[in-house]
């Protein structure tokens, strides 16, 4: 059923469609994506109840994160907000699978960044050149962090420290 107050017959008069009649597929679109935003806002009929389903990443992002923080505290860190920061990037992702797959891209992509960093470091450069690099830096982050996160960790890192 969808959301009209009525249903329609098909082949009834749609005087907003072209031809003027609507058709079975277009019906049970908009009825399954009337049905889909309900379960979005509401959660299933006869299923779990939705604040439920949103308590199990809700925690696990909560504990991360203050775990994280904890730790930073306890180890007396100069920057101990991106302990928390880097949980939270990792736990966001859906399942334990991509977290895991996230927790191996961040720690390599953290050290390759670092490595990056330390030449960029060593090389004293001047000002304006040191400005170019962040640009380039965010640049590549940019461009493949969407395709690959390890890779935009690799150049997420030296931006970071270059930039504190």
């Known amino acids: 059923m969808s959301c009209r107050s009525r249903p329609r017959r098909h082949g009834a008069k749609d005087p907003g469609r072209p031809g003027g009649f609507e058709t079975d597929t277009a019906e049970a679109s908009r009825d399954a994506a009337a049905l889909r935003a309900t379960e979005l806002l509401i959660g299933r009929p ?56 996230r927790v191996v891209q961040r720690s390599l992509g953290t050290v390759v960044g670092l490595l990056i960093a330390l030449g960029v470091l060593a090389a004293h450069p001047e000002p304006m050149a040191l400005a170019l690099v962040v640009v380039a830096l965010e640049f590549l982050l940019e461009y493949v962090v969407a395709r690959n996160y390890g890779l935009g960790v690799v150049f997420l890192t030296p931006m970071a420290l270059l930039l504190s």
Not at 65 to 82: F, I, K, N, P, S
């Open 46 to 101: 006869g299923g779990p109840h939705h604040l439920a389903v949103l308590a199990v990443p809700v925690l696990r992002m909560a504990l991360g994160t203050g775990a994280a923080g904890e730790l930073a505290v306890l180890l007396h860190l100069e920057h101990g907000y991106w302990a928390a920061v880097s949980a939270a990037a990792v736990l966001r992702s859906v399942n334990l699978r991509t977290t895991c797959q």
